[in-house]
């Protein structure tokens, strides 16, 4: 028995058994003892996290998966099961903290990402499968095309370490790009002294005309007069660092 890969839910399902090996090794398994695995398919990860010492839960919405998965993987029982990622509360389901990890579907890579930065307090980790132009995204620096909205948000709140480039020809079916595989490790969000809502309008309202300087992207929002003559207004969004962003909402904040 195998499951049928499923184009509307971007299945892919990965065949080499080394990668996978390494995408659950990356996990550090500290400070938590529970692992949510976010479309495990037919389980070529769950197969090695289930061998790791920590709790190990899935969110599946694909029936044959989860048919196939109760199967093969009889300790995962109906309790391991979360449902749609997107559509759970982490604070409700955990109760307290659990890693990410999966081979994610292309299609709602973007919101799976958000998805974890809305629930920082509850996720300290994830290791991930991308599209690799999602996963550079993710990881890029200041003053390069790939840095925006994306790498702000998320460096803000996690530090961001690209491991490695997977091939196209170890899915089955193979996608049309290839996958980067990132890790995602908390860092104290102290800086953003409970100022994220507006860190996040800052940062989208700057990378949206992003070859405009801040000073014209930000009209918006109505820069405070206090900040008129900022020197960062002088500049691109893609110039700033995220630390940048962080000191320039907090002077936003109380000016």
Request: glycine share 4%; charged share 25%; net charge neutral.
């Amino acid at each position: 028995m195998s499951v049928r890969a499923k184009k509307h839910l971007g299945q892919h399902f990965l065949t080499d058994e080394n990668i996978a090996k390494n995408i659950v090794d990356a996990l550090s398994l500290e400070n938590y003892s529970k692992v949510l695995e976010v479309g495990p398919g037919m389980g070529v990860l769950t197969k090695y996290l289930l061998d790791k010492k920590a709790e190990i839960f899935v969110a599946e919405i694909d029936r044959e998966s989860i048919d196939y998965l109760k199967n093969h993987y009889p300790k995962l029982e109906d309790q391991h099961f979360t449902g749609d990622f997107l559509k759970i509360n982490i604070t409700d389901v955990f109760k307290d903290q659990v890693a990410v990890i999966g081979n994610f579907p292309y299609n709602i890579s973007s919101q799976i990402l958000f998805k974890i930065i809305d629930f920082y307090d509850d996720v300290p980790e994830m290791v991930g499968m991308f599209q690799k132009e999602v996963a550079e995204r993710t990881a890029a620096i200041p003053r390069t095309k790939d840095y925006g909205i994306l790498s702000v948000l998320v460096q803000a709140l996690y530090d961001v370490k690209y491991l490695f480039t997977v091939h196209e020809n170890v899915f089955n079916p193979p996608p049309k790009v290839k996958s980067g595989v990132i890790k995602l490790t908390r860092n104290p969000k102290e800086g953003l002294a409970g100022n994220e809502v507006l860190f996040k309008k800052i940062v989208k309202a700057g990378f949206n005309q992003r070859r405009k300087k801040l000073s014209n992207s930000l009209k918006v929002l109505e820069i405070p007069e206090a900040l008129q003559n900022h020197p960062f207004l002088e500049k691109r969004a893609e110039e700033l660092s995220v630390q940048d962003f962080i000191s320039f909402t907090n002077e936003w904040k109380n000016a």
